[in-house]
């Protein structure tokens, strides 16, 4: 029973190119967050995600950032032209949906560190 | 002022010692979380209460709503403990996103 996955866990790209980062949830799983967490910063909060749906994007830069979660396969969250001060890790993470949430919290993957040089 | 503050922002300690790391928030919580973080390395959900007191092993989580703070305990510390340990917390009304303390970093030294 894989946890939540993500890759790649290293990504590295040169300023102006896209980055895609993919979450794939725990098995059961429906809902998936995206958190970012800066150099010295706590983690912040992206995008809430339920199969096919945005539920609430507050935390996402309104440029150049864009996340989906399709019906079929993994979460990605995109950012086009990166540029340095994008890098960062960024974690994912899934719930089972409604109360069930409440009861079991949520499952966060191993993150993918992105640098953009 | 963020939200949720953590105390100590780092904490050294000898193989066996007792660690205590606070939390203190300033809005109304439906949960709290404590959660691992190691270097390099992914999150791992330690607890997630909403009040009272959770023991898991040599980890101990307490919360007190009217107060609005929590502490994790680590009894016997050891080495495998050293790690960034962070608190988030679910605000009343919300019930999916997490604000996070800055994390307080715990080394133990053998």
């Known amino acids: 029973n894989a946890g939540v996955m993500q890759n790649p866990r290293h990504l590295v790209r040169r300023r102006g190119q896209e980055a895609r980062l993919r979450c794939s949830p725990m098995?059961?799983?429906?809902?998936v967050y995206w958190y970012r967490q800066l150099p010295e910063e706590g983690l912040k909060f992206m995008v809430y995600?339920?199969?096919?749906?945005?539920?609430?994007e507050s935390g996402m830069p309104k440029e150049r950032f864009s996340a989906e979660f399709p019906k079929e396969g993994p979460s990605i969250l995109r950012i086009q032209q990166v540029v340095r001060g994008d890098s960062a890790a960024y974690f994912c993470?899934?719930?089972?949906?409604?109360?069930?949430?409440?009861?079991?919290?949520?499952?966060f993957g191993s993150g993918t560190r992105l640098t953009v040089v | 002022k963020n939200e949720v503050e953590q105390s100590p922002q780092n904490l050294t300690a000898q193989e066996g010692e007792f660690i205590t790391i606070n939390c203190s928030y300033s809005v109304g919580i439906s949960a709290l979380h404590w959660l691992q973080q190691h270097p390099g390395g992914g999150i791992v959900s330690l607890f997630m209460l909403s009040s009272g007191k959770k023991k898991h092993g040599r980890l101990i989580a307490t919360i007190n709503i009217q107060e609005k703070h929590s502490s994790l305990h680590i009894t016997a510390s050891h080495p495998r403990d050293s790690a960034v340990y962070i608190c988030a917390v679910r605000p009343g009304g919300s019930n999916y996103k997490l604000t996070f303390g800055k994390g307080t970093l715990l080394t133990v030294n053998p």
């Open positions: 995600l339920q199969k096919e749906n945005i539920i609430d």
């Open positions: 098995k059961g799983h429906s809902h």
């Open positions: 993470a899934s719930s089972p949906p409604g109360q069930l949430a409440n009861a079991y919290g949520y499952t």
